[in-house]
């Protein structure tokens, strides 16, 4: 574990002293309006991420319509395919009423807004360039977005104390459009490329709604322990990028492109389902691709061989 995830002494001991109480806080508080479900009422919901089926070119209208289709409960759209979809004359009524036709909830989205770097100017931007997007998701009906350490440079450090004051202003400027943005690691970022550096920055912020967005392939990809999300609960998990990874190319040299249907590959799938159940957390899985094998297939074939997999590997779990 790098020496980078602790301030040094004195601060470190205060953060010693008080990261029990924040991590059993994330653990236990849930979110905003939400009340604990009976045990009876626990399940998972199935959301497709877009990327899944990116390659297939649709617009974002087809997008949901294979969702819905399918038999997803929920999406996770990128924000470049709606901003597309927009440029060409589409209304956002139009999609909202399509989403809401096929009873598909929006849980979260993908964008990349420069929220954490450290140039003043460009984080300015940034934030503006996440309002928009957090304007545009609230009117379609969401509750969430990514917040990925988009656009740090090359070469360039972003301390994390820093980046917990930032997510803390995304956070702030989240109340304010009423979507929650969730600290999203990237597996081997220098930023926040390890499930401990996005909970040190979540954790960091101060904020009642900070939470962790949290993916299969990036967990492995940074190297850290599924049994993390043993220290986590309802409240840090929201939603959850779900997919697989195989056992060769190595760890070292995985890519995105890489990932595969759920059970395909060799992540503990199982275990990390029943992490989940063990802390009381039923985040959205949304299935996260990149693979150019699966954007060869029909769109329709793609999203519904994924689905019945997740729902085979949550089955089995919950056997």
Request: hydrophobic residues 40%.
């Amino acid at each position: 574990m790098s020496s980078d995830l602790y301030p040094s002494s004195p601060d470190r001991r205060a953060f010693l002293a008080g990261s029990g109480l924040a991590l059993g806080s994330l653990a236990a508080v849930l979110p905003a309006g939400a009340q604990e479900k009976p045990a009876a009422a626990r399940t998972f919901k199935f959301g497709l991420n877009m990327s899944t089926i990116r390659g297939q070119e649709l617009d974002a209208a087809a997008e949901i319509d294979v969702a819905g289709k399918a038999g997803y409960d929920s999406i996770e759209p990128w924000f470049r395919k709606l901003n597309e979809y927009l440029e060409k004359g589409g209304k956002v009524e139009d999609l909202k009423k399509r989403i809401d036709d096929h009873g598909l909830t929006v849980d979260s989205a993908i964008g990349f807004a420069k929220w954490i770097v450290n140039d003043p100017a460009e984080r300015a931007a940034g934030l503006e360039e996440a309002k928009r997007d957090m304007d545009l998701i609230a009117r379609l009906g969401g509750t969430r977005i990514a917040a990925p350490p988009a656009g740090v440079p090359a070469g360039e450090v972003v301390s994390l104390d820093d980046a917990a004051d930032r997510y803390r202003a995304l956070l702030e400027l989240g109340d304010s459009m009423g979507v929650v943005p969730q600290v999203e690691m990237w597996g081997g970022n220098p930023t926040i490329g390890t499930v401990e550096k996005a909970l040190y920055v979540a954790i960091r912020s101060g904020h009642p709604k900070a939470c962790f967005l949290g993916d299969v392939y990036h967990t492995y990809k940074g190297g850290s322990a599924f049994e993390s999300l043993l220290l986590m609960g309802p409240h840090a998990l929201q939603t959850y990028h779900f997919n697989d990874y195989p056992a060769d190319p190595p760890r070292e040299t995985i890519k995105d492109a890489d990932r595969v249907f759920p059970g395909d590959g060799i992540a503990p799938l199982t275990a990390i389902l029943k992490h989940f159940m063990a802390v009381g957390a039923y985040p959205v899985l949304s299935l996260e691709l990149f693979n150019p094998s699966y954007w060869a297939m029909p769109a329709d074939e793609c999203a519904k061989t994924g689905l019945a997999k997740m729902k085979e590997a949550v089955a089995k779990a919950m056997a």
